[in-house]
């Protein structure tokens, strides 16, 4: 048998940095986290072959000790927590105390750091965990940490990095949600010289929004701001038709760190579920706020996973949450007859400042802020200035000399303005609503085309709505307060219809006897494995009953204890649809009103059960601009 040994010190540590440092990306967290934990109000983050050649990572935070700097190295040496029982009180995004020797023990580390009450700073330089360099330097307040050559001593994990353009694009995705993380810190992405985005640190987090994901999206965006028993969402919800074909777009932060969660990804989709179409998900930017005794960040090295003391209460209030304030907006999405052209600014290039040169830096911030403010409907170029003059006020400069300084970027923001110009105000959707009973009276219906929609002229807007998905919905909502009120009315079948289960057939049956009860089936046993069926819903129109019951059996059957009342509520909406008025179907003017009157009615009229929309909108002013009367 061969000798048990203790290994040495420096083959653990590059074991051990395998649990925290995979790839760059792994190294851009673990620096910027840390930068935030300094109290940073801006930091710049620079890569050049993906983060593979050079990482530089520079923020304006407190700084770090000169005494304190190596230890700092040290593995599981942490100023964020002292013992165990503080994990149950974590507030900072890092803590184990892992990331710098992780990182020190496979690469070429440089930092340059002091702290504000300091003259001067210091300068270390650490190599696959040997230490190079200790010097006394002249540095500005903060942190820059300078990581070259990653896994050069580790040639084999090296090997299994993918191509520079592939993991610089995992750290850029990583920094965009890390700025929406954090809307109130400055942050600059660069990668191989060239700036990739830049926020002001102004707070609002539908500009850092804007910056990062683009005009269109920040114009199609529903604010939410929900809070319940020490447990708050706010952020923003992207309208269902900002939908998308995968998660990748659900982007959520638990106490300011981004993660992934079944939880939160299941209640959000849960509360979006009436509205958008099956495999197909919302676009989101959310903020969760949770008692820190509620959550439990330590469950793996990369912090990307949280538990929930009581996971199910989480995902039925965010459910809610989501559902509630989608509810309050008007949800018709508008059609445009125009093409949309891609809007491009091309600004100069110009040598990136040093990362807190004030005065140039603050020049690029302004720029910035007057591209965004130029993209809203109602601010105009002198609001804009006067705001630029807020940004000199913060940063310590006097207003006349900000103003000056603005001739020299003239050029550049009146190009924006001209490029971003917006189309006239339209009615806005969310201040009036159409399906409201107060403006049933301004309601012209003009007539069926193809029988199947109906166009409604309505003020400056015209109405496009699907007849089926219109009245499936109706039929829906029907059916479903029928079910909550367990009104659900059956109609008796004679002679009653003989089914022969299977023994796990048998055991869904009699586990949820009750549901089978409550959608209006009656069933009894009938000896040995055979059932008698005698009483099914009404409304069934164009499904067997059989088929119907068979139907609710399979699904609890393939997914028993896993949603069950949703797979309920699939059934009820296929039953909607077969009993719903098709599309090629002449209807009257009467039974249109009448099926308008009930829309009026629910609380979500804009999405039949499937998420498809039941009505859409086209502006006066996208007609015209079609017919050339608006060049």
């Keep these: ?37 300094s109290d940073a109000t801006a930091i710049t983050v620079e890569i050049k072959g993906g983060g593979i050649d050079m990482i530089r990572v520079t923020d304006n935070g407190s700084g770090i000790e000169g005494t304190q700097v190596k230890n700092a190295f040290m593995r599981h040496a942490t100023s964020k927590i002292r013992t165990v029982d503080d994990l149950n009180r974590v507030t900072s995004l890092g803590f184990r105390g892992e990331a710098l020797s992780s990182i020190a023990a496979v690469a070429k580390v440089e930092v340059v750091t002091k702290t504000k009450d300091k003259l001067t700073g210091v300068h270390y330089v650490i190599e696959g965990a040997q230490e190079r360099l200790f010097e006394e330097v002249g540095a500005p307040d903060g942190t820059t940490f300078i990581v070259r050559n990653l896994f050069f001593n580790t040639p084999v994990r090296r090997k299994f990095l993918k191509q520079a353009t592939t993991e610089g694009g995992y750290i850029i995705e990583l920094m965009e949600h890390i700025a929406m993380s954090r809307p109130d810190v400055s942050f600059k992405l660069m990668v191989n010289g060239n700036v990739r985005f830049h926020t002001s640190g102004n707070k609002d987090l539908k500009e850092v929004i804007y910056r990062i994901h683009g005009k269109e999206v920040s114009n199609m965006l529903v604010e939410i701001d929900y809070e319940r028993e020490g447990f708050r969402i706010y952020g923003f919800l992207g309208k269902p038709t900002l939908n998308r074909s995968s998660r990748n777009f659900e982007t959520y932060f638990v106490n300011g760190r981004y993660i992934k969660s079944n939880v939160i990804a299941k209640g959000i989709e849960e509360g979006y579920r009436q509205y958008l179409m099956q495999h197909k998900f919302p676009f989101v930017v959310l903020h969760f706020m949770i008692q820190t005794d509620s959550v439990d960040v330590n469950v793996h090295p990369t912090k990307m996973d949280v538990r929930f003391t009581e996971p199910e209460l989480v995902g039925q209030w965010i459910a809610d949450a989501v559902c509630e304030t989608l509810s309050q907006k008007e949800m018709i999405p508008e059609a445009f007859l125009t093409e949309d052209v891609k809007e491009e600014i091309v600004v100069k290039k110009e040598s990136t400042p040093e990362p807190f040169e004030e005065r140039r830096t603050t020049q690029y911030k302004v720029v910035e802020e007057m591209r965004y403010e130029a993209s809203r409907p109602s601010t105009s170029t002198e ?170 059996l399979d699904d609890l059957l393939d997914n028993s204890g896993l949603g069950n009342f949703a797979l309920v509520e699939e059934k009820i909406a296929s039953m909607s649809c077969k009993a719903a008025v098709k599309g090629n179907h002449a209807m009257s003017f009467a039974e249109m009103e009448t099926l308008i009157d009930e829309l009026l009615t629910l609380d979500n009229p804009y999405n039949c059960p499937h998420g498809r929309p039941t009505i859409i909108s086209m502006s006066k002013y996208e007609i015209e601009k079609k017919f050339k009367r608006i060049v």
């Design 1 to 37: 048998m061969a000798k048990i040994e203790v290994l040495d010190s420096n083959t653990i540590d590059k074991i051990a940095a395998g649990e925290v440092v995979e790839k760059p990306l792994s190294v851009v967290k673990e620096l910027v986290e840390n930068a935030l934990d």
């Design 383 to 552: 609001s804009s200035l006067r705001q630029s003059a807020v940004w000199s006020r913060v940063l310590g400069q006097e207003e006349d000399d900000s103003l000056k300084n603005l001739e020299g970027t003239k050029t550049v923001i009146k190009a924006a303005e001209h490029i971003l110009v917006e189309k006239p105000v339209q009615l806005d959707l969310f201040e009036e609503k159409m399906l409201d009973i107060d403006n049933r009276q301004q309601y012209k219906i003009l007539g069926q085309i193809f029988d199947t929609y109906w166009i409604i002229a309505f003020k400056d807007k015209m109405f496009i709505v699907d007849q089926h998905a219109a009245h499936e919905k109706v039929k829906y909502e029907r059916f479903m307060k029928q079910f909550h009120e367990k009104t659900v009315v059956s109609q008796s079948l004679n002679p009653p219809i003989i089914l022969s289960l299977s023994g796990k057939e048998e055991q869904v049956l009699k586990d949820y006897f009750h549901v089978f009860a409550e959608l209006g089936f009656e069933v009894e046993a009938f000896g040995g494995n055979e059932y008698a069926l005698r009483a099914v819903p009404t409304d069934l129109y164009g499904l067997s009953e059989k088929e119907m019951f068979i139907q609710v």
